[in-house]
């Protein structure tokens, strides 16, 4: 009695192992299919007049510049990245200087969002919303105590020119937005 009883504890045990190693194995290869299911595609259609390589002139707080700027898909269209310079000659104030910046716009559930990042060491998170027109993508940064506010907004003008206004709303007051930088884009050809 003792003999069968032990083999069948053996076997138990060894049926434990078995099915535990199994889960294991199954959960290695497996959990891998998951994470490549594809994603919904992201429709960037309200942003299609941005796409392409732009040239642009204006003015404001930091003076007359000129610069350009690119929007284009990245990572499979998952991600849309804008990479923008624009350069301030030297005035009898200050010398002149050159701005850099790149902003990745990325959809988050059903919203779209985006991060800024510069060579002044800004970082600014964004959200987007669109005219009910879609001839303008509005960016609105978050609020944040003590923290200014920023909007941008990029309006469609035609087929290859596009308006740029860049405010920003003083600490504490976060819907007091004053103009900083106001300029048009010509698409390059």
Known sequence: MTTNFGLQVSKRKRLVTVGFCLLVALSIFVEPLWA??????????????????????????PGQGVG???FSLDLQNTILVRKNFANYP????????S??????VYREG?????????NEQHVINYALTFSKDSSAVIFVSDVIPGAPR????????????IKISFEFAPPGQP?????YIDAVARRKK
């Open 68 to 70: 350009g700027f690119t």
């Open 90 to 97: 030297a005035t009898k104030d200050r010398p002149a200087f």
């Open 150 to 161: 920023f909007r941008l907004t990029n309006t469609k003008q035609g087929t290859d020119s």
């Open 36 to 61: 490549q299911q594809p994603a919904k595609p992201v429709n960037w259609g309200a942003f299609q007049f941005l796409i392409g390589e732009w040239v642009g002139e204006g003015g404001g707080d």
């Open 110 to 118: 059903d919203k779209f969002k985006a991060v800024y990042f510069d």
């Open 99 to 104: 701005h850099n910046d790149l902003m990745v």
């Open 175 to 179: 819907e007091a937005f004053n103009r």
